[in-house]
């Protein structure tokens, strides 16, 4: 038994190597070849062995006999053709013309198309199916044809000779030769079938485990789109469990602004192409997603497709779908980040040259009239306008000074370099004192200001440096931007377990598209560096770090024109926020200096 496995396996190592080495890339290719030459070589090698058998029994063979042993031989050439070039279509013309040459000469000497070797004929046709070539198949039909009427005229023109008595043992001959001829054909065909099918199964057993245990999703669609095939990451990827995409299911989850572009992908890929489309898909159960309050959830996909090999011409794609929702959230981060960027940058320069022109304006003040102070001999300045000249250098370092602290305030917040000290206020005596300092202010300007407090205003406990600031920047604020005839109204009660502060005026107002952005640190709301108001534009930005810090909010309503509306709601017991713990302002509470800013600072 082993012996005779041994000997099988060699014959199929010897098959093997007579197959052309273009036929061996392709497993049905190499079946094809492998098929055609063993079944040739097995018929030629019958007839070489059965030739002494033939002539130990006949004798010396009649020419006709001769003729037809040596036609028999021509598979074996055909084979060495094949072998050689690899040409499976012309080898299969070849064997077929050979065939039919032999029924031919042998039907044309024993009686035409009477004779029994004429039904071949028959077996031509089945011999050329076999190529799976339809040009093939109609050729050697069309030789079969013609040899049949040829036999059948040259009968009737009486050119053929009459049939001759045929021996028993030569029409047995005949016989066993076309069924083993014929037997052979049957297996080759039967072991190409079955070796097709093993591979389409191992195929077929192959795209089913890669596609059951891919985290891409893996779909096959028909003409019209459906789904016939989903493997099992549709849980994973779409939340369901992969019947629930079979048919219009898939399609059903496709984000309705997306369906375009779904079936046009698809539609490119069935032409014959490949395509590739994002789009966004329905996660989880329909009815589920309905339920919720938010909405349906979808997750953002990629989906290449191309057409199925081998069924082109049905219009079938196969499609592989993976998700993409972080990689669309990190662009999307990505871009706002360069939109940050960008703003911070406008922002960076807007400050600049704001603060240029604030800084620039003081210290030419501080220079110029410093020199003519220097020179007062030279250009006889009496007391009063030597008076005037330091009103005016003092002023100017009010000025700088201010904007300094500004600055460092904003800076200090936003680096958590503050730590509230809170203590009991009595909140009325507070507002009072912010009122006595910006009166004037307001009365030079031509204002109107005005302060009322809630009587029952309790005790809070807040930082008492940081109430009175964010009060005199607003108010400041409200003051500088509202024109001369206008009104500032400062408001303070309860408000439940909290402080309400409001401030009202009748200025300018702030355009509704700037008003997102008021309260960043540096930002201002006009246009341009030459505006009429002076300022850094940080004193919002300080009043609502400040109120941030004691745990508060802080809102701005306003429209161009029409004035402003700042209210700061205070709890009545501060809650710092914990990042944010260090020291609080130290503009109004000096210690030794650390560097310059400080030193400046203490001495101004």
């Known amino acids: ?165 045929v021996s028993t043992s030569f029409y047995m001959l005949g016989v066993l030769s076309a069924a083993l001829y014929t037997s052979a054909l049957a297996l080759g065909f039967g072991a190409f079938v079955r070796h097709g099918e093993r591979i389409k199964d191992v195929g077929e057993a192959r795209y089913r485990m890669l596609a059951q245990n891919m985290t891409d999703l893996i779909t096959r669609h028909a003409r019209n789109g459906s789904v016939t095939f989903v493997s099992h990451a549709a849980e994973r990827l779409a939340g369901v469990q992969p019947s629930a995409l079979v048919g219009d299911g898939m399609f059903e989850r496709v984000h309705v602004a997306d369906r375009p572009a779904f079936l046009t992908a698809l539609a490119d890929a069935a032409r014959g192409g490949e395509a590739a489309v994002e789009y966004r898909l329905r996660h989880g159960a329909l009815a589920a997603a309905e339920d919720r309050p938010a909405g349906p959830v979808f997750i953002w996909v990629e989906m290449r497709c191309r057409a199925l090999e081998g069924a082109r011409q049905m219009g079938e794609v196969v499609a592989v779908t993976r998700d993409i929702s972080r990689s669309k959230r990190d662009a999307t981060d990505l871009e706002s980040a360069r939109s940050d960027a960008e703003r911070a940058n406008e922002t960076k320069s807007h400050f600049l040259a704001t603060v240029s022109h604030e800084l620039r304006t003081p210290l030419n003040a501080i220079i110029g009239f410093s020199e003519m102070l220097e020179n007062e001999t030279a250009m006889r300045l009496d007391a009063s306008r030597r008076a005037d000249y330091a009103r005016v250098i003092r002023e100017s370092g009010q000025h700088l000074l201010a904007v300094v602290n500004g600055i460092l305030d904003v800076s200090q917040i936003e680096a958590g370099q503050f730590r509230l000290r809170p203590e009991p206020i009595a909140v009325a005596a507070e507002v009072e004192g912010c009122y006595e300092m910006m009166v004037l202010r307001a009365q030079q300007a031509g204002v109107r200001l005005d302060v009322a407090i809630d009587p029952n205003l309790p005790t809070v406990v807040a930082d008492r440096i940081a109430l009175r600031q964010i009060l005199i920047n607003l108010i400041s604020n409200a003051v500088k931007f509202t024109p001369r005839g206008g009104s500032v109204d400062v408001a303070v009660r309860a408000a439940g377990a909290d402080m309400l502060i409001l401030v009202s005026d009748t200025g300018i107002g702030i355009a509704e598209a700037d008003l997102a952005q008021v309260g960043d640190p540096f930002f201002q709301a006009a246009s341009s560096y030459d505006r009429s108001y002076e300022g850094t534009g940080l004193g919002l930005s300080v009043v609502k770090g400040l109120v941030e810090l004691h745990g508060g909010s802080f809102n701005i309503a306003s429209r161009l024109g029409e004035g402003t509306r700042v209210s700061v709601r205070l709890p009545r017991e501060a809650r710092q926020a914990p990042q944010m713990e260090a020291n609080i302002v130290e503009r109004l509470e000096p210690r030794p200096a650390t560097n310059e800013t400080e030193k400046v600072k203490r001495s101004a």
């Not at 190592?13 to 063993?38: G, K, M, Q, W």
């Not at 062995?49 to 031989?73: D, H």
């Open 1 to 165: 038994m082993l012996r005779s496995i041994v000997h099988l396996d060699s014959v199929r190592a010897y098959i093997d190597a007579l197959v052309h080495p273009s036929a061996r890339t392709d497993a049905l290719t190499l079946a094809r070849h492998r098929s055609f030459i063993a079944v040739r070589l097995l018929g030629g090698l019958i007839v070489l062995s059965a030739i002494p058998l033939y002539l130990a029994l006949r004798g010396v063979p009649t020419p006709l006999e001769a003729f037809i042993f040596a036609w028999l031989v021509a598979p074996l050439l055909v084979v060495a053709y094949l072998s050689r070039t690899g040409n499976f279509e012309r080898a299969h013309l070849m064997s077929a013309a050979a065939l039919a040459g032999f029924i031919a000469v042998v039907a044309g000497a024993t009686g035409g198309a009477a004779s029994f070797a004429a039904p071949w004929l028959v077996v031509l046709p089945l011999e050329a199916a076999l190529s799976a070539s339809r040009r093939a198949i109609l050729s050697v039909i069309a030789l079969a044809v013609a040899i049949l009427a040829g036999l059948w005229t040259l009968g009737m023109a009486g050119v053929l000779p009459a049939a001759p008595p």
